[in-house]
């Protein structure tokens, strides 16, 4: 076919075309200063928001429009407590004053809003996954850097954590198996099965829950919160027999809460299947659990044997496949934008967060760690591609990487290196962190600038094409930025969207991505990016805090 047959030259031109955009980034991040552009970058979004949108959970940057998740339309702090975090992170590190100065009136601002308006006895049905990563995430990571960094009132973020996990902690009771429900109102307690899949619980986001109330038990000395957490993992892997031949350490996206058992056969590491595995190797990190770690280590390893595929264009790009036919089923080669944090992971569970040369001369490191080193590296790589040839230079929320299965449609946007193409209902991008991420983990633990250079590139064309700008009556430029419904066609097609992980995640990875000061084996970031400092094992003694269950 004409896209797989490209002369030797167009290789050749593409190599030297890369050299030269690699020198150029060195050279454009190196005369400025990173971290003050992003912190810029952090305040104007921010100051937006603030500006016409405070307290909304939901916001439009260019409507300036918005509204809260709940029916009862009270506000559940949705962007607010995402971003606290990000900014105390920034004051500390920032090194220009009217910066530092901006930043801790901006934190006041949130912290007062928290503590005298926000109020979490509402009449509102929430998602127990979304609201514990965001919100208690949110509220705990808060109070960590509040105390480490002497900001804020730390008091202010741990009541109100106490008092969410209070609220979302009868959700694991009211099943038969201990999994909980999708949903829970807040004001009532009643946990509501999913509204959709007939009732069943996304396997990801009860299993996503465990990191946020561990450290609640732990920095509190209430047990109850770890107890209940972990309990969703007996039922889940012996009533599936998860380890056994037929699932491999593979998880199917739905389980049925009353009875623990999967519901249908879609296997993949995209939406609803990729934070099982983020959470099995985050446990260990963060609290030394043996067992999360064997389990961990089993499920990679099925991976690579089952779902691990190469596409077939000039660069032979490594990408994780799905299945949605169980195991033995055909592997398709779509790729969600999510997986790409799929590179840091694989780094960090290779290392356990110490720098590569350090734990590659290690008394601990073999082959199987070499081994996801390198695809940790190597699938980096394919989510750098998966920018870096689009024409705006932002990912689009899917791609398809060329393989045999499924075959192109016409229609299709093709990759100038011809590994990968772009459905027509894949081309938007809503400011997702995971390729950020993965850079931020693979710069930090290789010394490998490259991945500085990669990442200036990418927040360059957040800057480029994701700003909103308008003039105001008085002749000020006021700036926003906001998703694109289409990162293929010239120039890029902007959505009224703000979603909150643009300040909680991908800015702070960019943020940290050029910081050089982050020592990745003493805190673990949850999957909303909320960072937490990795537990005292004489803490845990203390409070008997152990693995309830095991195989």
């Known amino acids: 076919m004409r896209w797989i047959a490209k002369p030797i030259v167009s290789v050749v031109v593409a190599v030297l075309a890369y050299q030269i955009t690699l020198r150029y980034l060195k050279d454009t991040y190196k005369s400025h200063d990173p971290q003050f552009a992003i912190e810029r970058t952090f305040l104007e979004s921010w100051i937006d928001y603030r500006s016409n949108g405070w307290g909304l959970d939901v916001y439009g940057p260019i409507s300036k429009k918005g509204r809260n998740m709940g029916k009862s339309g009270d506000p559940l702090g949705w962007i607010i407590i995402d971003s606290v975090d990000t900014m105390m992170l920034m004051h500390n590190k920032t090194k220009d004053d009217t910066h530092r100065k901006r930043f801790a009136e901006e934190i006041n601002i949130a912290e007062s809003w928290i503590k005298n308006t926000l109020d979490y006895n509402v009449d509102s049905e929430v998602n127990l996954f979304e609201t514990t990563i965001r919100m208690l995430g949110g509220l705990l990571s808060s109070y960590y850097c509040s105390e480490t960094y002497h900001i804020g009132n730390s008091t202010v973020y741990l009541e109100k954590a106490i008092d969410l996990a209070d609220r979302l902690v009868p959700s694991f009771l009211q099943s038969e198996t201990g999994i909980p429900y999708s949903s829970i109102n807040l004001a009532s307690g009643k946990a509501i099965k999913n509204h959709a899949d007939n009732g069943a619980s996304s396997t990801a986001e009860f299993t996503t829950l465990q990191m946020e109330l561990k450290y609640l038990s732990y920095i509190t000395g209430n047990t109850t919160y770890w107890k209940l957490c972990e309990k969703v993992y007996d039922p889940l892997y012996r009533n599936n ?311």
């Open 241 to 551: 027999n998860l380890v056994g031949r037929h699932y491999q350490g593979l998880i199917p996206i739905f389980t049925n809460p009353d009875t623990g058992v999967f519901q249908g056969s879609i296997i993949r590491f995209g939406s609803r299947g990729d934070s099982f595995y983020e959470y099995l190797l985050k446990q260990n990190l963060l609290t030394g659990e043996v067992l999360y770690r064997k389990l961990y280590d089993f499920s990679m390893d099925s991976m690579k044997r089952h779902l691990l595929g190469e596409s077939k264009g000039q660069l032979h790009l490594k990408y994780i496949g799905e299945k949605d036919y169980g195991l033995a089923g055909p592997t398709s080669s779509k790729f969600d934008h999510l997986v790409c944090f799929m590179g840091g992971l694989l780094a960090m569970g290779a290392t356990n967060g110490k720098p590569y040369s350090e734990a590659a001369n290690g008394p601990d490191w073999n082959p199987t760690k070499q081994n996801d080193w390198e695809l940790a590296e190597d699938l980096t790589k394919s989510c750098y591609e998966m920018y870096h040839q689009i024409p705006s230079g932002l990912s689009p929320e899917i791609v398809v990487f060329n393989s045999n299965y499924p075959n192109a449609e016409p229609n299709w946007w093709r990759s100038e290196s011809e590994d990968y193409f772009v459905k027509p209902f894949d081309k938007h991008n809503i400011q997702r962190p995971e390729t950020v991420e993965s850079l931020m983990f693979l710069y930090h633990l290789s010394g490998n600038e490259q991945y500085r250079h990669w990442g200036w590139e990418i927040f360059s064309n957040f800057i480029k094409h994701t700003k909103v700008i308008k003039v105001a009556a008085d002749g000020e430029e006021k700036v926003a930025y906001t998703s694109l419904h289409n990162v293929i066609s010239l120039p890029t097609d902007k959505a009224d969207n703000l979603e909150s992980f643009w300040l909680a995640e991908t800015l702070k990875y960019l943020y940290l991505l050029f910081d050089d000061d982050v020592e990745l084996s003493k805190i673990v970031f949850n999957t909303e990016a909320h960072p937490f400092p990795v537990f005292n094992q004489s803490r845990l003694n203390e409070l008997n805090l152990t693995t309830g269950w095991k195989l």
